[in-house]
T-cell receptor
Framework: DVKVTQSSRYLVKRTGEKVFLECVQD?????MFWYRQDPGLGLRLIYF???????EKGDIPEGYSVSREKKERFSLILESASTNQTSMYLC????????????FGPGTRLTVT | GNSVTQMEGPVTLSEEAFLTINCTYT??????LFWYVQYPGEGLQLLLK?????DKGSNKGFEATYRKETTSFHLEKGSVQVSDSAVYFC???????????FGTGTRLQVTL
């Protein structure tokens, strides 16, 4: 079974702190994704990566950056956390070709105070 | 652009009731359609999918039929259980860089 793990289930940070959220998948998937999930807004794509060191902006990239140095690992970085970044963050991965499902991690609930 | 519209929740049903969660979409081309489910405290997981018009996806007693003429992919189940309580997301895929477009989700609460 595909497994996508995220470094923390719950995280509390202060405004202005640099925050790292890490995601690891074990199925050699080419694509990896970061979403945020907010009530009434569903899932919104922040960034995705289709290969090592490659990244593309999603729908809401402002205030975020990403890093993919190894195929299995995709990090989301909040350079200076703000209260409006309090949210649930979900990582996903998928194969690159054809219509493939995305496999999701359990999520990280981030609170910025 | 692409978009997915789902009925607003929460949907509250008694056990063994019939479930319908509506989903309509707007897309260029011929998208593939998905239903994902998110159980409490977990990430999303694929429930079912359909890749072309008139296809029916099914899994765990849930079904959805890809209707191109009405641009819909409504989720149905004949008899819900308490364990079906979750948030259900409709999504579409148009082949652009494996990106999915999600609806806002519909929370289902099933009571005894």
């Amino acid at each position: 079974d595909v497994k996508v793990t995220q470094s923390s289930r719950y995280l509390v940070k202060r405004t202005g702190e640099k925050v790292f959220l890490e995601c690891v998948q074990d199925m050699d998937h080419e694509n990896m994704f970061w979403y945020r999930q907010d009530p009434g807004l569903g899932l919104r794509l922040i960034y995705f990566s289709y290969d090592v060191k490659m990244k593309e902006k999603g729908d809401i990239p402002e205030g975020y950056s990403v890093s993919r140095e190894k195929k299995e690992r995709f990090s989301l970085i909040l350079e200076s956390a703000s209260t409006n970044q309090t949210s649930m963050y979900l990582c996903a991965s998928s194969l690159s070709s054809g219509v493939h499902e995305q496999y999701f991690g359990p999520g990280t609930r981030l609170t910025v105070t | 652009g692409n978009s997915v519209t789902q009925m607003e929740g929460p949907v509250t049903l008694s056990e063994e009731a019939f479930l319908t969660i509506n989903c309509t979409y707007t897309a260029t081309g011929y998208p593939s359609l998905f239903w994902y489910v998110q159980y409490p405290g977990e990430g999303l997981q694929l429930l079912l999918k359909a890749t072309k018009a008139d296809d029916k996806g099914s899994n765990k007693g849930f079904e959805a039929t890809y209707r191109k003429e009405t641009t819909s992919f409504h989720l149905e189940k004949g008899s819900v259980q308490v364990s079906d309580s979750a948030v259900y997301f409709c999504a579409l895929y148009t082949g652009t860089a494996s990106k999915l477009t999600f609806g806002t989700g519909t929370r289902l609460q099933v009571t005894l």
